[in-house]
């Protein structure tokens, strides 16, 4: 059965310092991957996805990921975070018509 | 982009009453919506799918009676809880998917608070 493991429940990091969120899936086809933000009270927004092509996808925000199938990971990563980027982050792969999402991981951003 | 929309952001009813939620796709087609839960610190929980014109197919555990899904046509569909009770307050989410992506734009969310 598909699913995604996000490792880190709670990640927090200084203001200008670099990030990386951790997601793990499994999948049996070619999996196609998603990383959502989603800030307290609200829905849900697109940070980037990966269908086929280049490993390394390019989001919104200054954001990428990097899709490594050897190691069923799809981790996004940002090289100086800003307290906006404090939010609650989710990982999510398409299967079966549905998305699966990850147990999400809550970043905070220290001044 | 894609908008999705939702009505009401917020809702706070009395046990035994029903609420309906809204869910529009703005500016596309959406031939699938789909209705999630999400309790407070904790992931989506997918609730069921909705095509238009057809019956929900609702995930297993969710009562099929008491959450009324209709997808009435392709810009379109409402979640009704019926019958509230307070275990029912939560934060309901609607998402959309257009004709040809695996690509799901979500509403904004709606807090509902049954006392």
């Known amino acids: 059965a598909q699913s995604v493991t996000q490792p880190d429940i709670h990640i927090t990091v200084s203001e200008g310092a670099s990030l990386e969120l951790r997601c793990n899936y499994s999948y049996g086809a070619t999996p196609y991957l998603f990383w959502y933000v989603q800030s307290p009270g609200q829905g849900l927004q697109l940070l980037l996805k990966y269908f086929s092509g280049d490993t390394l996808v390019q989001g919104i925000k200054g954001f990428e990921a990097e899709f490594k199938r050897s190691q069923s990971s799809f981790n996004l990563r940002k090289p100086s975070v800003h307290w906006s980027d404090a939010a609650e982050y989710f990982c999510?792969?398409?299967?079966?018509?549905?998305?699966?999402f990850g147990q999400g991981t809550t970043l905070q951003v220290k001044p | 982009g894609a908008v999705v929309s939702q009505h009401p952001s917020w809702v706070i009813c009395k046990s035994g009453t029903s609420v309906k939620i809204e869910c529009r796709s703005l500016?596309?087609?959406?031939?699938?919506m789909f209705w999630y839960r999400q309790f407070p610190k904790q992931s989506l929980m997918l609730m069921a799918t909705s095509n238009e014109g057809s019956k929900a197919t609702y995930e297993q555990g969710v009562e099929k009676d008491k959450f009324l899904i209709n997808h009435a046509s392709l810009t379109l569909s409402t979640l009704t809880v019926t019958s509230a009770h307070p275990e029912d307050s939560s934060f309901y989410i609607c998402?959309?998917?257009?004709?040809?992506?695996?690509?799901?734009?979500f509403g904004p969310g709606t807090r509902l608070t049954v006392t």
């Open positions: 998402s959309a998917a257009d004709r040809a992506s695996y690509e799901q734009y």
């Open positions: 500016d596309f087609q959406a031939t699938t």
């Open positions: 999510a792969v398409a299967g079966g018509g549905k998305l699966i």
